[in-house]
């Protein structure tokens, strides 16, 4: 029974969005799929030296944005996204990631397929990456 308690693992982390839940009026937490993800896109979107004392996490990928649309600089993001996330979610083994080049707005559409550690069921999470002044 213990094992199986062990293979059950909850993870949670901080609601970012900072909301207070009404009866506790302790700040909300994420768990489970929903904190694994919310990891997943801050890793991505954090830039390097943004985090204090850890100048080593972040992701290479809003300089790439500016680059011109073209395919190497979608193998570039989905390079990027794949480093950062083996380097710094033990959480997550990925399986896929697509990143297409929508050249009419001037952005990119990226889809990452992974497992969490674990777990037998695939996940999905797709964003939009736009440059933005």
Known sequence: MALL???NKTFSDLDLDFDI???TKQL???VSDAAVIRSLKNLIF???YERPF???IGCKIKNSLFDNIMPSTAITIQNSIEEVV???EPRV???SIKVIAQPDENAYNVT???FIVNEAVSRQVTFFLERIR
């Open 21 to 23: 839940h009404p009866s």
């Open 28 to 30: 909300n937490t994420l």
């Open 46 to 48: 954090t830039s390097h």
């Open 93 to 95: 083994d990925l399986t």
């Open 5 to 7: 308690a062990s293979k």
């Open 54 to 56: 850890h100048p080593e």
């Open 112 to 114: 990452i397929n992974f």
């Open 86 to 88: 083996d380097n710094f």
